[in-house]
Nanobody, 128 residues
């Protein structure tokens, strides 16, 4: 079982940076892949980034590639999302998630239904 708690959201201006943190509890943290998703008002939840258990394999949505970086620290049981050059369209609630079956594949990393563990979300608002 995993419990996930996100933090680090806030109100920033376009061009600013934020780092989100997902703190996880559970003895098997290091065996899980993790993902970040976001949901803007009136829109469906969408994939942002994901990484495998070691952090050596990462995936990004095209809309954030080159601006966002996902990473993890297995010793601290934490997953991070560094967000640079934020834009108003990045405004959303950001969720940390872990797959029900530990891992993710190259064809499943962005599928919401692969993820069975979710945090409560943290709000990111980018003003223009």
């Amino acid at each position: 079982q995993l419990q996930l708690v996100e933090s680090g959201g806030g109100l920033v201006q376009a061009g600013d940076s934020l780092r989100l943190t997902c703190a996880a509890s559970g003895r098997t943290f290091s065996t899980y892949a993790f993902g970040w998703f976001r949901q803007a008002p009136g829109k469906e939840r969408e994939f942002v980034a994901a990484l495998n258990w070691s952090g050596r394999v990462t995936y990004y949505a095209n809309s954030v590639k080159g601006r966002f970086t996902i990473s993890r620290d297995n010793n601290k049981k934490a997953v991070y999302l560094q967000m640079n050059t934020l834009q108003p369209e990045d405004t959303a609630v950001y969720y940390c998630a872990a797959p029900t079956a530990y891992g993710i594949g190259a064809d499943t990393f962005d599928k919401l239904n692969e993820y069975g563990y979710w945090g409560q979300g943290t709000q990111v608002t980018v003003s223009s």
